[in-house]
């Protein structure tokens, strides 16, 4: 089995704040890793550092057979990042952004110009091609942006939040072209808020929390680890959910709505069991519904953020002004 990235024991620390905490990550050739973790867990800086956009305190990686510290040059030619807004020049058309990229990376004039062509192709593109990208959509974008990656087919693609701000469609696209690169045996690492979109693309799963990697596998793998089904509880007022939340494994709890998931076996006495308990807590459950564990199920039950609400985006639950401050204000320099 060969990796196109392996990285161990990395750290960074900034401020005197750690961020990364002796990080280990590998990722397979020809597969896709999902980089996953509440605000300020340290997705970026990982990212920043294995692009050689910063160095790390502690630690090193090999990108694609090139030592990070010794051979970062060799980094950067077998590496191209993707963020999270489409890179291109909007007064130029689809494929004169492709020609002028290419041109910078040293092909001849007619070198970059058969390029374009075949990558206006291969991103189903070939009919905008003259078209300024101003007038693109958003995902005609993301993919032109995806293209002028792919002009010197590097065998590692950092992909930043590719389809944030895409519609369903266009996020769909996106996936396709992504799928379309690592059939054709790119590797990729992404790191995503969407944990759908994960779920539909990663080989693997590695889950970021305060700088340390807490939980990594396939999605499915990560999703037994939960059990075969989630028990969804709702409680008639605030009280008694209160009360049933104290006594309760919680995968996730929402005070709005007075729900407590609870990851189960999906066995009719697991579930008449837990129900007895909370009758006899003074807690009964006023509805009671199952549903098979998710991506969604996982992050918050190994981030410890089941409790503080729903959302991937609310960041550190125990410290939100620490890790993720200092990583956002590192960033924007």
């Known amino acids: 089995m060969s990796y196109t990235v392996e990285a161990e024991g990395i750290c960074k620390s900034f401020s ?43 630690g090193n990686a090999t990108i694609a057979g090139h030592d990070l510290r010794i051979d970062p040059a060799g980094v950067k030619r077998s590496i191209s990042l993707t963020g999270q807004f489409a890179a291109v020049d909007e007064k130029l058309t689809g494929r004169e952004n492709l020609e002028m990229m290419g041109q910078l990376l040293r092909l001849s004039r007619m070198a970059a110009r058969a390029r374009a062509s075949e990558l206006l192709a291969e991103f189903d593109l070939a009919d905008a091609a003259g078209r300024r ?67 539909q693309l990663a080989d693997t799963v590695a889950v970021l929390d305060h700088g340390r990697v807490v939980a990594r596998g396939t999605p499915d793998e990560l999703k037994a680890r939960l059990g075969a089904e989630v028990v969804r509880l709702q409680f008639a007022d605030l009280a008694a959910y209160e009360r049933a939340l104290r006594g309760l494994d919680a995968v996730r709890a929402d005070g709005r709505l007075r729900t407590i ?73």
Request: overall charge negative.
């Open 133 to 199: 990208a101003a007038k693109y959509s958003g995902g005609m974008r993301r993919r032109l942006d995806l293209a002028i990656s792919m002009i010197a087919r590097p065998p590692l693609v950092f992909l930043d939040e590719p389809t944030t701000g895409l519609d369903p469609r266009s996020r769909e696209q996106t996936w396709s072209t992504v799928r379309r690169l690592v059939d054709e045996g790119v590797t990729v690492l992404l790191t995503t808020q969407h944990l759908e979109e994960a779920d």
């Open 16 to 58: 005197g704040h750690p961020v990364l905490d002796h990080v280990d990550l590998a990722v397979e050739t020809g597969s896709v890793l999902a980089l996953l973790g509440p605000n300020g867990a340290g997705k970026t800086t990982m990212v920043r550092i294995l692009a050689t956009l910063m160095r790390p305190d502690a």
């Open 261 to 333: 998931d609870v990851a189960t076996e999906g066995t009719a006495g697991e579930i008449f069991q837990i129900l007895g308990r909370l009758q006899e807590a003074g807690a009964p459950a006023h509805k009671v519904s199952t549903y098979r564990p998710s991506l969604d199920d996982v992050f918050l039950s190994v981030t410890g953020a089941a409790q503080a609400g729903s959302a991937v985006d609310r960041g550190t639950a125990s410290d939100p002004g620490s890790a993720a401050q200092h990583e956002a204000k590192e960033m924007a320099r």
